[in-house]
């Protein structure tokens, strides 16, 4: 299936295979960035060309996605069993029900950082588990660690994306499929018991969780944490992705209060009460002021060696 997306200052309509974005600007790899787990995700291959391919488990089933920029228009492609459904949702995967009108840069740095992303929009997928599960995987580890184990984990249970898709694209496991996963398989992919756990009791009440990509973001993230494992950070970071939030800025984060203190007020000491009180003037879009921030490389000098990766598949 095919369509072809052109941006105009209207609402979003799909007339035909053809999607107008509220912006005369688009940047794709800032649109569906987020979704990107790693350089190496088995899920998000960006192409030398640009294009993007992503692979999905929709409510229909596997989908793969392959989206062009041309200038101001987006050309997308999408295959397999939850293609129709894809289709359907591709304006907001694309930004298009985001608005972002509403930020008023009250900073110098934002301001700047505006006037340079002006095709920033956030994403909304309306599926919740393809970012909790990656996201569960994040908790309290270092970056590299948690993609090296979504990596294997997807390679190892998830399926080949439909279509004509790269080598090595792969949609992620089922629910059915992540709550099977047994024991050692989680330590052979260096996720300990607690995560796993948590992943799993995710899984068992799937259906329910991904309703949550219909709620308000706050209502959604109260369902979200009614899992035990799931806190404010895990809920956050979902949402942000599923519902496409606009305020539902990560908290309990072990960098972002000091990079977000460090860049409006050069406080590099800065905890959450901190940041969320240096982050109250863009309240309903405190999300998307913090992504800026995080745009704009201002971070502070790094006083200390990165953590170094912990691995428990030799214990």
């Not at 992919?189 to 899984?203: E, S």
Request: charged share 25%; net charge positive.
């Amino acid at each position: 299936m095919a369509a072809r997306f052109a941006p105009r200052p209207t609402r979003t309509t799909t007339r035909g295979g053809h999607l107008d974005v509220p912006s005369e600007h688009l940047d794709l790899g800032l649109i569906l960035g987020p979704l990107r787990r790693g350089p190496h995700d088995p899920t998000f291959q960006v192409a030398p060309g640009g294009e993007i391919w992503r692979a999905t488990r929709t409510p229909e089933g596997p989908a793969t996605l392959r989206a062009r920029a041309h200038g101001t228009e987006v050309s997308a492609d999408t295959w397999g069993p939850g293609a129709a459904w894809l289709d359907e949702n591709l304006p907001a995967l694309l930004g298009a029900e985001d608005d972002p009108t509403p930020f008023v840069p009250r900073h110098k740095l934002l301001l700047a950082t505006h006037r340079r992303r002006p095709g920033l929009r956030l994403t909304r997928t309306g599926l919740v588990l393809e970012s909790l599960i990656p996201s569960i995987l994040e908790q309290k580890v270092t970056t590299t660690e948690a993609y090296g184990s979504w990596r294997r984990l997807v390679r190892q249970y998830g399926e080949p994306a439909p279509g004509p898709a790269p080598e090595g694209l792969h949609v992620m496991p089922d629910a059915r499929t992540w709550a099977r996963i047994p024991s050692w398989e989680w330590h052979r992919a260096n996720v300990d018991d607690k995560r796993a756990a948590t992943i799993v009791r995710a899984a068992r009440v799937a259906p329910r969780l991904e309703e949550a990509a219909l709620m308000p973001p706050r209502e959604a993230r109260g369902r979200l944490e009614l899992i035990p494992g799931i806190g404010p950070w895990t809920s956050a970071e979902t949402v942000q992705r599923s519902n496409g939030a606009p305020d539902e800025v990560t908290t309990g984060d072990l960098h972002l209060p000091g990079i977000v203190g460090w860049a409006l007020a050069g406080d590099r000491t800065a905890d959450d009460a901190t940041m969320l009180e240096l982050l109250a003037p863009y309240e309903g879009q405190r999300h998307r002021a913090a992504r800026l921030i995080l745009l704009s490389g201002r971070t502070p000098p790094r006083r200390a060696p990165r953590f170094a990766p912990n691995d428990i598949r030799a214990l």
